[in-house]
DNA sequence: TGATTTTTGTACCGTATGGTAGGAAAATGG
DNA sequence: CCATTTTCCTACCATACGGTACAAAAATCA
């Protein structure tokens, strides 16, 4: 549990700043960063604008904000998803299920992944954004790699395969998920592909063994 | 050769419709639509506002003659990269490399894919973007599809080898691709994960024929 | 209770934005 | 040469935008 804090001086704050956050988050995830305006982020908060400056800074500031914990959020996901007690097979499936599930969510529509659908967009423009994006994107690379090392080891991969080319192979996967859940291909789509790219990556042999080569 | 059109009766248009487009489409793949003001565009093309919604219509429409002008450029490229002559692998590794080399050209740096990198942003709030990106997207799984079903039928994949679904994996290869590369990545690595794209989907083997098995 | 601290909320500021009116300019047609 | 047609260009408009000044409100502290 989270320490209450001893009661603050002055008046109270009439928002909860992790919630704030989140809703702020959803907002930008709808629209995109450019497309939102502080008057949306003060809509989805309930805050007023010199509230929200307060709290969190510029808008650039509280988008950089966003994707700090959108970051965060994803990690944790990964690491209950990607359970290491059962198969590798295993482990995918049920994430690309819940990853499924996440980019399918969202009040106006499906909104994708945060990373890829948003700050994608203004990497080209904005370094810090695009640093961030490709941060957090990479450890979710890293994640991948090391439960499929893990299962490497465990004998659900042949030794040649190569978990960390492999953990970027998931990593778009999930990538193809949120752009095609974000120009509307229905669930059983996603579903089939992310079972075809389970497929892929669990049946895959490295360099040497491959039997369909080349004509 | 586009043929000569006989010459209009009042003052002569000062640029040339098909180059402006061009350069209007450069200015949103940089920065998006919602980023890209009109003062950009006009700046990008030359024309000033008023000549850009004479030749265009607003922003938006203009913004969605660019997709349809993407779309029309893209699958001019798949099929000439796409070769039917060598094998199934060689011309997917040429496709990747054309699409490595665009992605990453950009006078403000990396830009992928325009349609994954700004059309799907602006996807979760304008059905009319959404549609746009969607059908074009598709019609590049279709792309990569005919080519790997003729593949299939020349025996560069086995028999049990699925069309449909390997043509949407290998665009999945093209969207991590885009999405790396406008967060930074590196060359050396998109064409590593080029490359390993091509191998696990020409390695590719039906369900009955997979070896290792889950356990 | 009164001083202090912190947050809230209204009202505002300068600028940027998307879009347009209206006349000058540059071509053709007769 | 002048009417007609089409495009260009300056100047402008109403609104939306990101951000802030300032006072009222609500809490603690002594």
């Known amino acids: 549990m989270v320490q209450k804090e001893r009661a603050r001086r002055g008046r109270p704050r009439a928002y909860d700043p992790d919630q704030a956050l989140a809703q702020a988050t959803a907002a930008f995830w709808d629209a995109g960063y450019s497309a939102t305006s502080l008057d949306?982020?003060?809509?989805?908060?309930?805050?007023?604008?010199?509230?929200?400056?307060?709290?969190?800074?510029?808008k650039r500031a509280l988008y950089l904000k966003s994707i700090e914990g959108y970051r965060t959020m994803a990690q944790a996901a990964m690491q209950k998803s990607l359970r290491y007690e059962g198969s590798l097979r295993e482990a995918l499936g049920e994430l690309y299920d819940r990853a499924i599930s996440l980019y399918l969510s969202g009040e106006h529509g499906a909104r994708g992944c945060l990373l890829t659908s948003t700050a994608a967009t203004e990497a080209v423009m904005d370094p810090d954004i695009r640093r961030a994006a490709r941060a957090a994107l990479e450890e979710i690379d890293a994640a991948f790699e090391a439960r499929i090392r893990y299962g490497r080891d465990h004998r659900d991969l042949p030794r040649s395969a190569d978990p960390a080319m492999l953990g970027k192979l998931a990593s778009a996967i999930l990538h193809t998920l949120s752009i095609r859940a974000r120009t509307g291909a229905p669930r059983a789509l996603l579903e089939a592909i992310a079972g075809s790219g389970v497929e892929l990556i669990c049946g895959a042999v490295g360099p040497r063994r491959r039997k369909i080569a080349a004509r």
Chains 1, 2 share one sequence.
């Open 40 to 58: 949306d982020l003060s809509a989805a908060t309930g805050m007023n604008r010199p509230s929200l400056y307060g709290a969190f800074g510029d």
